[in-house]
């Protein structure tokens, strides 16, 4: 099954390759994995899907632990959490394309229906934009293929995913309410004792 972690890590060169080698050491896929700037100065906010059996989450999460440049990760759900993925979809839509000129017409309809947008238009081709969740976007690519579309290229961020509800306390000062009066949005980090040894570095 799909296990999705959100981690804290520090903004340091060789994380992610770390990070990388940490999963292929355990023998589990990642099957998508997104990293940028989170809301801490000096800390990214990491996103990794991974491909693992049921009871292997308090595994890995642990594991990640024994990283020292991580801070914090927590296993997040669809139904804890809100999870996007950005896709662009370049598809042809020229003269010599299947549907010919008329491709084009038919393709914005396409695009309305799955709420994408059009962010380029070539003399031979369309690039549309969707941002939804992975089954949706798989659903635009189906419906292309199976209508015949060239889809030349596509290119996807992979899963990106904020607990609903959680906020941090940089978060809660701005709102102004006290920390204290909301529940944190990461986990703690386990004891030592409740880490497995067998991950260790």
Known sequence: MLHTFVALVDDKPGVLTRVASLFRRLSVNIVSLTVGESEREGVSRMTIVAEAPENAAHRIRASLYKLEIVRSVDEVGRSEAVIRELCLIKVAAGPNAPHGLHSRSQIFELATVFRARVVDLAPESIMLE????????????????????DVLEVSRTGRMAMRRGHHTSRVLKALGTQPAAATAHFPSRPDEDDLPNQFAE
Do not use: C, D, H
């Open 130 to 149: 969707m941002t939804g969740s992975a089954s949706k976007i798989e659903g635009l690519l189906q419906v292309l293929r199976e209508a015949s579309y």
